[in-house]
């Protein structure tokens, strides 16, 4: 353990330093009470053993101001003094002390107390390892049911949460926001002549390709069943999802042109834009609704294009 001995007596300061670093222990050291904050901080020490009798800040005021730091472990605290009351006691346990040394400080007393704080050092840090692997665990189970095994993007379930947290962000704030839903042409036509491993490879290929579109942490994207991908814009305007879109759209046609295929299928993306300002009128399922019929358009008008419901207000389309 690294071991904070505060103490302003010289010959205290010296013997009780001796007793714990026969023990295998760091020792710092410190004559006064504001010497001890600034090597509390410097040096983060496991232990404090602490003389309530110090020069400018007792050690009260000392232990007030180490409880008062936000910790993610606590510090064990054992006063040091020369005589032991019930008042100062009371006091001692108020301001966040563990434990009292009565000074001069026995050798074999000593020893004692600083086993007892070596079990609790030791427990401490093994809960806070396994406190640390259920995070990283837990993290890892989250990552694992929202991301979509094929291609690591985010998957329906995220979509779906991401859609309404930002659905109701944007109606807080009056922002505007826009939505991208993308569907792979000709996609079942590439299965069924290459094999489905050619037809994974592409969209991870599509999916790389639109995370590198995409500029800001903000934007999510999203598979949502098959070979389409909804893609979430927070703050964006139509005119600035647009321009995503056919940015993906053209980088599409060069991904295909690159594609290795046995029997060559000229791969592309229809995509439906749609954007608004949430309000009462206006359902997520609503708005989801009109990005796919804009995504329909764009089947209908011959694919490998991007079609733009349109700004809405409700069920009403705005002109």
């Not at 054992?78 to 026995?106: A, M």
């Not at 690591?152 to 839903?181: P, Q």
């Not at 804009?294 to 209908?300: G, H, I, M, N």
Request: proline fraction near 3%.
């Amino acid at each position: 353990m690294k071991v904070l001995i505060v103490e302003d007596s010289r010959s205290i300061l010296l013997v009780t330093s001796k007793i714990v670093s026969s023990m295998g222990h760091d020792v710092i050291k410190a004559t006064d009470g504001n010497q001890a904050i600034e090597l509390f901080h410097a040096e983060k020490p496991d232990l404090i053993l602490l003389d309530i009798e110090l020069p400018e800040l007792n050690g009260f005021e000392v232990a007030k101001k180490i409880r008062a730091c936000e910790l993610s472990n606590w510090i064990p605290i054992v006063f040091l003094t020369g005589y032991l009351e019930d008042e100062s006691l009371h006091r001692g346990i108020k301001v966040g002390g563990d434990d009292y040394l009565v000074k001069p400080v026995n050798e074999v007393v000593l020893k004692a107390k600083l086993k007892a704080m070596e079990r609790i050092y030791a427990i401490q840090n093994q809960l806070i390892e396994t406190s640390l692997l259920l995070e990283k665990k837990n993290k890892q189970l989250r990552a694992s049911i929202i991301s979509d095994p094929l291609t690591g993007s985010y998957n329906r379930l995220y979509m779906d949460e991401s859609l309404e947290r930002e659905w109701f962000r944007a109606r807080r704030n009056s922002d505007t926001l826009s939505i991208l839903l993308i569907d792979v042409d000709n996609f079942k036509t590439l299965n069924d002549s290459n094999g489905h491993p050619a037809g994974d490879t592409f969209l991870i290929s599509l999916v790389k390709l639109v995370k590198k579109s995409l500029r800001r942490s903000t934007d999510i994207l999203c598979r949502y069943g098959g070979d389409e991908f909804v893609i979430i814009l927070p703050g964006t305007t139509e005119k600035n999802a647009e321009n995503i879109g056919e940015k993906i759209r053209t980088a599409v046609i060069e991904l295909s042109a690159k594609q290795q295929l046995k029997s060559p299928i000229d791969l592309s993306v229809s995509i439906g834009c749609a954007s608004c300002i949430p309000n009462d009128n206006l359902l997520i399922d609503d708005f989801l609704k009109i990005c796919d019929d804009a995504l329909y358009k764009a089947k209908q008008q011959g694919r490998n294009c991007l079609v733009t419901a349109g700004y809405f207000e409700g069920q009403r389309e705005v002109a």
